[in-house]
DNA sequence: GATGAAAATGTAATCGATTTCATTTTATAG
DNA sequence: CTATAAAATGAAATCGATTACATTTTCATC
């Protein structure tokens, strides 16, 4: 496979010109031009990127940490991310971390190595204290997830506010024994969902029925059934569940089926990010959609300024409550 | 940020003799290696693989080719593929394609241009021509879906005893009536499912009724929908459906609960390739098991072992009919 | 202590591009 | 036609590692 020398030689003319009609920066007198494409086309010469990386001091690629892949939630932010990433010419790799620091670590490694010239977190699960120092660093954003008043930029929505309307929505059509599916509140969103759910039943002078609060370790469909478990063991049972995962939600739904229990008649069930998979159950799922391809779009959006060295400041975007058939039957 | 240059200069010693320490495969005294390692500590010394990787004229990083994220059925072959990757320290780069020529383009460059050391596709849309020529000068292996003939090696299981196999279990529970859902016969896959699709029936007896077998552009969702709507107005409705993909038979699950009739007691389902979300459902779905993280090892394995200039072959799986609630009640 | 082989280390080339600075060529004006 | 500025091109340094080859050090042996 040929390289620069190569095609230099065979145009007649030295590197630096060949360089300079690949990069199109500089000028070149259009019948050197003329020379030099020749010659990259009769050697079917392709630039290599590790040379020029290494010169340029940059990988060209952001690394994108998500504890599963299973979890449809992030398809459309990756989509959004990677679209935005190619039109800057930069490619991503997606990192799976299952929520394991020795994961997080090899992908870490990869960008203290200049493998990747910086990573857009979606981990809640990330080690904040290793993320803080790289930061000083690298180039770093938080997307969707986030540590609050680590001093790293994030693109988010107000997961208080979503979570209020979402409980205000069942409580308007009726609802007054509602139940809290949420995670571990180690995690900020977790304690700004609970937040929410709180001020909308304060709101309506229902009191808190601390039963009515289940915690779940992950935001999977088993997590949801076996939380969902519970519930139907409750004695004085709610009459609608607000979890804060669609997968937990559907996990839920199947569980209150299987009961012999209809949803929403029974009990009315909302779930939260509106995956694509929210709308294939019986019955379709009421959620609330975050706007996940804009936010991976914003996210990539500012990774490659922080990369370019300009300044960013975090961003939270607008919500939308789905109303469908899980509520409103 | 230090590099090899200044780690030598502070052991006091030569860049070769840090290589060697780094590298770990040469032999430095001992007093020599600790000399090197508190340096390496003291400068908070990161070896760049941009340099190394030029040097060794590699990337360490494969491409994996998919037509969509969205599709769930390949989570765990990608887990398969990574696992399997980051134990050799390769690292994967996740091309979403879309179907789109262009978009191919865009991550066969990056293998022309040294970006990535090799290709594992999963697209069966993907344009053979390239592949074939490309496959003659970089790696590549197929996975899942493969182009039979043209000499690149591939992983995959026995479509069409599958599909025999799944339709044979819908005759042995008492069905003759039994809708094809299958994907444009463009596809290698889809018509050696349609073949183990008339087997079965031949084999019973059953003739071969063409408004049974429907066609649709892509595996998805609503995909299902559209057919199993077509299905439910033919006047000789079906008693049983088998769809080539997991999602198109949820999509038909969803189309015939909202017809009003019941799965299976109405109507029977089967799908492909045990998504997780085909546990989620309701009715649970009987489907075909693919060993879907060994097929990722396997093929992150083949992939390996031709970059390394090995030779390898061809491997074709077992597979697995699961029986669940849609078949069954 | 001298000898020579083996072990340890160093020097410098190399991977393949980009870019600074120097040099040559071209164009413009007088 | 010459002087001069501007444009085009080239030579060589550079990015940061690895490694072939050369050189020095170590150490066992006599």
Redesign the pocket.
Known sequence: ????????KH??????????V??G?????????QKVEEAIQYLN?????????????ESRIVLILIPTISNPFYFEIIKGIENMALSQNYSILLCETDSKPEKEEIYFDLLR??MADGIISMDPAVNVETLKELAENYAIIQCSEYGGGIGIPYVTIDSEEASYRAVKHLIQIGHRKIALMNSDEKFLYARERRMGYERALQEHDIPLDPDYILYTQELGFEEGQLAMKKILKLEDRPTAVFAVSDLLAIGALKEINAAGLHVPNDIAVVGFDKIDFSNMTNPALTTVAQPMYKMGTVAARMLIEKIQGKPVDSVVLGFELVIRESTTG
Chains 1, 2 share one sequence.
Do not use: W
Not at 1 to 8: D, E, K, L, S
Not at 11 to 20: E, F, Q, Y
């Open positions: 496979m040929a390289n620069i020398q190569q095609v230099a145009a007649g003319v030295s590197v630096a010109t060949v360089s300079r690949l990069t920066k500089n000028i070149v007198t259009a019948k050197t031009k010469y392709e630039p290599s990127m590790l040379g020029r990386n290494l010169r340029n001091s190595k200049k």
